[in-house]
Nanobody, 124 residues
Framework: QPHVVESGGGLVQPGGSQRLSCVIS????????IGWFRQAPGKAREGVSC???????TKYADSVKGRFIISRDNHNTVSLQMDNVKPEDTGVYYC??????????????????WGQGTQVTVSS
Protein backbone atom coordinates (compact mmCIF):
# COMPACT_ATOMS: atom_id res chain seq x y z
CA GLN A 1 0.00 0.00 0.00
CA PRO A 2 1.43 3.40 -0.95
CA HIS A 3 2.26 6.11 1.53
CA VAL A 4 0.68 9.53 0.91
CA VAL A 5 1.54 12.97 2.29
CA GLU A 6 -0.62 16.07 1.94
CA SER A 7 0.61 19.66 1.82
CA GLY A 8 -0.54 23.13 0.83
CA GLY A 9 -3.08 23.97 3.48
CA GLY A 10 -3.33 27.34 5.17
CA LEU A 11 -5.48 30.38 5.74
CA VAL A 12 -7.27 31.75 2.68
CA GLN A 13 -9.83 34.49 2.28
CA PRO A 14 -13.30 33.79 0.90
CA GLY A 15 -13.20 33.94 -2.87
CA GLY A 16 -9.51 33.14 -2.91
CA SER A 17 -7.59 30.11 -4.12
CA GLN A 18 -5.50 27.38 -2.57
CA ARG A 19 -3.67 24.43 -4.08
CA LEU A 20 -3.24 21.18 -2.19
CA SER A 21 -0.80 18.44 -3.14
CA CYS A 22 -0.78 14.74 -2.38
CA VAL A 23 2.56 13.02 -2.92
CA ILE A 24 2.47 9.27 -3.30
CA SER A 25 5.45 7.14 -2.40
CA UNK A 26 6.06 3.41 -2.33
CA UNK A 27 4.48 0.96 -4.67
CA UNK A 28 3.56 1.99 -8.19
CA UNK A 29 1.83 5.38 -7.97
CA UNK A 30 0.25 5.13 -11.43
CA UNK A 31 -1.75 2.08 -10.34
CA UNK A 32 -3.60 3.99 -7.66
CA UNK A 33 -6.62 6.20 -7.69
CA ILE A 34 -6.42 9.13 -5.29
CA GLY A 35 -9.27 10.61 -3.35
CA TRP A 36 -9.46 13.91 -1.49
CA PHE A 37 -11.64 14.08 1.59
CA ARG A 38 -12.28 16.71 4.21
CA GLN A 39 -13.60 16.88 7.72
CA ALA A 40 -14.85 19.99 9.45
CA PRO A 41 -15.13 20.18 13.24
CA GLY A 42 -18.20 18.34 14.44
CA LYS A 43 -19.04 17.06 10.98
CA ALA A 44 -18.67 13.75 9.21
CA ARG A 45 -15.89 13.16 6.72
CA GLU A 46 -16.89 14.18 3.20
CA GLY A 47 -15.60 13.00 -0.15
CA VAL A 48 -14.46 16.03 -2.15
CA SER A 49 -12.91 14.73 -5.36
CA CYS A 50 -11.04 11.77 -6.78
CA UNK A 51 -9.06 10.80 -9.84
CA UNK A 52 -8.54 7.35 -11.27
CA UNK A 53 -5.26 5.60 -12.00
CA UNK A 54 -3.24 7.19 -14.79
CA UNK A 55 -5.51 10.22 -14.46
CA UNK A 56 -8.46 8.40 -16.01
CA UNK A 57 -11.79 9.64 -14.70
CA THR A 58 -12.55 12.29 -12.11
CA LYS A 59 -15.41 12.81 -9.67
CA TYR A 60 -16.48 15.80 -7.61
CA ALA A 61 -18.86 16.40 -4.77
CA ASP A 62 -21.73 18.67 -5.78
CA SER A 63 -20.57 21.22 -3.23
CA VAL A 64 -17.27 21.80 -5.08
CA LYS A 65 -18.20 21.28 -8.73
CA GLY A 66 -17.11 24.22 -10.85
CA ARG A 67 -14.74 25.47 -8.14
CA PHE A 68 -12.25 22.66 -7.50
CA ILE A 69 -10.13 20.79 -10.05
CA ILE A 70 -8.22 17.60 -9.39
CA SER A 71 -5.23 16.64 -11.54
CA ARG A 72 -2.25 14.32 -11.70
CA ASP A 73 0.75 16.60 -12.06
CA ASN A 74 3.15 13.74 -12.56
CA HIS A 75 3.29 10.06 -11.81
CA ASN A 76 3.38 10.52 -8.06
CA THR A 77 1.63 13.84 -7.32
CA VAL A 78 -2.07 14.64 -7.34
CA SER A 79 -3.18 18.23 -6.83
CA LEU A 80 -6.47 19.77 -5.79
CA GLN A 81 -6.87 23.32 -7.09
CA MET A 82 -9.42 25.13 -4.99
CA ASP A 83 -10.86 28.35 -6.43
CA ASN A 84 -13.55 30.69 -5.18
CA VAL A 85 -13.33 29.07 -1.77
CA LYS A 86 -16.06 29.51 0.78
CA PRO A 87 -16.08 29.40 4.59
CA GLU A 88 -17.80 26.01 4.39
CA ASP A 89 -14.70 24.64 2.65
CA THR A 90 -12.88 24.90 5.96
CA GLY A 91 -11.62 21.61 7.33
CA VAL A 92 -8.79 19.13 7.44
CA TYR A 93 -8.15 17.78 3.97
CA TYR A 94 -6.90 14.23 3.55
CA CYS A 95 -5.84 12.22 0.55
CA UNK A 96 -6.02 8.46 0.32
CA UNK A 97 -5.10 5.81 -2.26
CA UNK A 98 -6.84 2.75 -3.59
CA UNK A 99 -6.18 0.53 -6.62
CA UNK A 100 -7.42 1.66 -10.04
CA UNK A 101 -10.92 3.18 -9.72
CA UNK A 102 -11.70 6.24 -7.66
CA UNK A 103 -14.73 6.68 -5.43
CA UNK A 104 -15.91 9.42 -3.09
CA UNK A 105 -16.69 6.90 -0.36
CA UNK A 106 -13.90 7.01 2.18
CA UNK A 107 -14.75 3.48 3.35
CA UNK A 108 -13.52 2.19 -0.02
CA UNK A 109 -9.96 3.28 0.80
CA UNK A 110 -7.76 1.07 2.98
CA UNK A 111 -7.26 2.46 6.45
CA UNK A 112 -3.48 2.40 6.02
CA UNK A 113 -3.58 4.48 2.82
CA TRP A 114 -4.53 7.81 4.39
CA GLY A 115 -2.29 10.77 5.00
CA GLN A 116 -2.12 12.90 8.14
CA GLY A 117 -4.13 15.73 6.61
CA THR A 118 -3.59 19.43 5.97
CA GLN A 119 -5.71 22.19 7.49
CA VAL A 120 -7.54 24.62 5.22
CA THR A 121 -9.20 27.60 6.87
CA VAL A 122 -11.35 29.97 4.83
CA SER A 123 -11.89 33.16 6.73
CA SER A 124 -11.61 36.90 6.33
Amino acid sequence: QPHVVESGGGLVQPGGSQRLSCVISDGTPDWYAIGWFRQAPGKAREGVSCIGKDGAGTKYADSVKGRFIISRDNHNTVSLQMDNVKPEDTGVYYCAARPFRCTLNGNDYPSNSWGQGTQVTVSS
